[in-house]
């Protein structure tokens, strides 16, 4: 495990990157670093762990050498857990270890990424390793709607990055229908006014 290679997986606002250990064949693990570290957290660890595995630390967005989010835009906790789905998605990983370090109490949205991102896909995870970190604490009542709701967010992000289509082109009259189908609380007047600030003319339509 003295070498380790670097990844890089294309996200929206530029890349998350990567440094693996081990090979590519092996099982794999997802190791998640803590408060405002990166994945050079894990490079004395992972020489001490069994060889047959596939180690991947990642860096989350604004940390290590993956990209900063755009200026203005906060670091949500769930962004976080939307990135270890985009990474286990680039690296077509359909179940794997996760193992996750927090420092205690000092983040605590960090010590609950990795149970967070368990609880919202416990068929991709086999093993949930915790280094310096708590559980995550919900209350049973707020389980299933928590777990509902965060998820939905999550893949609906992640199946539209996936598209990626080219905006569609309408005649100003189709585009003036599809606002108001969209919303029925509009005239049509109030419609045609929004669509001059809201609509970009090009070659297509």
């Known amino acids: ?36 570290d990166n994945a050079n957290t ?24 993956s990209s900063h989010r755009p200026a203005g835009c906060p670091y949500h906790f769930l962004d976080y857990v939307t990135d270890v789905r985009r990474v286990a998605a ?34 991709m995870v086999d093993k949930l390793i ?25 893949d609906r992000l992640l199946s539209l990055e996936a598209k990626q289509q080219t905006p569609k082109a309408r005649s100003p009259e189709a585009a003036l229908q599809r606002l108001l189908e969209a919303n029925s609380h509009l005239t049509a007047e109030g419609g045609a006014i929004l669509l001059q600030r809201g609509a970009t003319e090009t070659p297509a339509g």
């Not at 490079?43 to 604004?62: H, Q």
């Open 42 to 65: 894990f490079d004395k660890l992972i020489p001490l762990l069994p060889r047959g595995c596939y180690y991947v630390a990642m860096d989350f967005s604004g940390h290590g050498l």
């Open 130 to 154: 915790l280094l310096e970190s708590l559980g995550f604490l919900l209350a049973p009542e707020d389980t299933e709607a928590w777990l509902k709701s965060k998820r939905r967010v999550i």
């Open 90 to 123: 680039a690296l077509q990983w359909r179940r794997f270890t996760l193992m996750g370090h927090s420092m205690g109490n000092f983040s605590f949205s960090y010590c609950f990424i990795s149970p967070q991102f368990c609880f919202l896909y416990p068929e």
């Open 1 to 36: 495990f003295d070498m380790f290679s670097e990844l890089k997986f294309p996200v929206p606002w530029g890349h998350v990157a990567a440094k693996a250990w081990g090979p590519s064949d092996g099982h794999p693990v997802l190791c998640l670093h803590g408060w405002l």
